[in-house]
């Protein structure tokens, strides 16, 4: 997750984000999917106003990931930190666990690992920034898509999940270049209803007749 914040640290500094804009973002925010959606489109050319826009829809999906979540952490106070650390990381290292005790170590184990790792990696990519003229030279921009197929890849046993991965992205690549920085990235979330949309109307496969003996 630091090399990811470096990456994350190295893009905003490209896009003129000073280094303590970088560190607050990433203390507050504390999502990486909706602060690279913002990167990218103010370094696109467009509105930062569309780029948090964007990213809060994006970030929407932590919705039901606090759903699942809910199962097992305490009701007290500590669920607003708890919802704090709601993310693609925490979902998936406690989604495997049936017990709520197991499920809520995984799930503050890697919270908290995230944040500390995150903000420390974005303050070590603008500083990296500060010193090296093209930080992208050093391969840090394909972290954060390698870091999210490596999340996603198990979800797409799901054939639901799959197929709105199949159109959301043609919708994305159909659409980039032709709308406004960052709405690609919002329309392709029309995958989603379409892929299930698509699995419902497949038809189910014919039973096989049992052999009936004379």
Not at 5 to 18: F, N, R, T, W
Not at 27 to 55: H, M, N, R
Not at 178 to 193: H, N, Q, R, Y
Request: glycine content about 10%.
């Amino acid at each position: 997750m630091w090399v990811v914040g470096v990456s994350y640290g190295a893009a905003a500094h490209g896009i003129g984000l000073a280094w303590w804009q970088i560190l607050l973002m990433s203390c507050v925010v504390l999502a990486g999917s909706s602060e690279f959606v913002l990167v990218s489109v103010v370094a696109a050319g467009g509105v930062p106003i569309v780029g948090a826009l964007a990213g809060l829809l994006v970030n929407a999906r932590n919705f039901s990931y606090a759903l699942s979540i809910g199962r097992f952490v305490r009701t007290d106070k500590t669920i607003y930190a708890a919802a704090h650390i709601v993310n693609d990381e925490t979902a998936v290292y406690s989604a495997p666990h049936r017990d709520p005790v197991a499920a809520r170590r995984a799930f503050l184990v890697c919270g908290l690992a995230v944040v500390v790792a995150w903000p420390l990696g974005g303050l070590t990519g603008a500083l990296v920034g500060q010193v090296i003229a093209s930080p992208e030279t050093l391969g840090l921009d394909a972290a954060f898509p390698a870091l999210m197929a490596a999340l996603a890849l198990p979800a797409l046993r799901d054939p639901d999940t799959r197929w709105a991965a199949v159109f959301g992205g043609t919708i994305a690549l159909a659409t980039a270049g032709f709308v406004t920085a960052g709405l690609p990235v919002m329309l392709a979330l029309l995958g989603i209803p379409i892929g299930r949309l698509a699995t419902r109307r497949r038809p189910a496969a014919e039973p096989i007749p049992e052999e009936v003996d004379a």
